[in-house]
């Protein structure tokens, strides 16, 4: 039962930290106009792997974009994802860094939500992707350790009237195996952890519109300035 009250009370703190970056994100200018803004969670009934996919379209001028499509601003692009999740929860949840990866805590180390091993980047033409493979944590049960991912992947579309483009950006959590679902049922996995992650990360994507990218903390693609 312990380990159920730290994982609703990060989700509490999910959505109080949300309403009070809303009123904040109003007030700040923006560069992109976001459209087609939808989600798309499902479950595997057999196994229990969860599958949540959050999708957005940017609409951004064809040159500030072409400033922003290179390595380092995807490097970056991960960073602004954690960065938010650490604002939106009001600082109470943190990003530990390591060499072998990082963890999502509430308050300390002793509360690992989540960890994952060092990002994989792979980037080609007009796709981009940063994928970060699961490893263990107070939210994931023990048949899914190791067996999940979470990786954010932008695409870059045709130049449109205006000489605006399109950048089509995808959040997906992919064969996630979450321990409410498996300690008590996969109803109030719907109601609580799904449900946050999916307004949570779409709140994300809209805080994407002021194209503000936070500087690496680890610098793994800075050598591709060079």
Do not use: C
Not at 159 to 172: F, K, N, W
Not at 182 to 210: E, G, K, N, P
């Amino acid at each position: 039962m312990n380990r159920l009250w730290i994982l609703l009370a990060a989700l509490a703190l999910a959505v109080a930290g949300l309403v009070v970056r809303s009123r904040r994100r109003a007030r700040r200018p923006l560069r992109a106009q976001i459209t087609n803004l939808s989600d798309e969670t499902s479950v595997e009934r057999e196994t229990g792997a969860v599958r949540s996919v959050q999708r957005a379209d940017l609409l951004i001028d064809g040159e500030a974009l072409e400033e922003l499509w290179t390595a380092v601003n995807l490097e970056r692009l991960a960073r602004t994802y954690w960065r938010f999740l650490t604002r939106v929860t009001l600082g109470l949840i943190q990003v530990r860094y390591s060499d072998t990866g990082r963890a999502i805590v509430l308050l300390s180390k002793p509360f690992r939500l989540l960890t994952f091993r060092t990002p994989e980047y792979e980037i080609e033409g007009d796709r981009a992707l940063v994928r970060w493979r699961i490893e263990r944590g107070l939210l994931v049960a023990r048949r899914g350790r190791g067996e999940g991912s979470l990786q954010i992947e932008v695409i870059r579309g045709p130049e449109q009237a205006g000489g605006r483009r399109r950048l089509h950006v995808e959040v997906a959590v992919v064969n996630f195996y979450p321990a409410i679902a498996s300690a008590i049922s996969l109803r109030l996995y719907d109601l609580t952890q799904s449900r946050i992650h999916v307004i949570v990360t779409h709140a994300f994507l809209r805080s994407l519109t002021h194209l503000d990218l936070a500087e690496s903390r680890v610098g793994q693609l800075e050598e591709t300035r060079r």
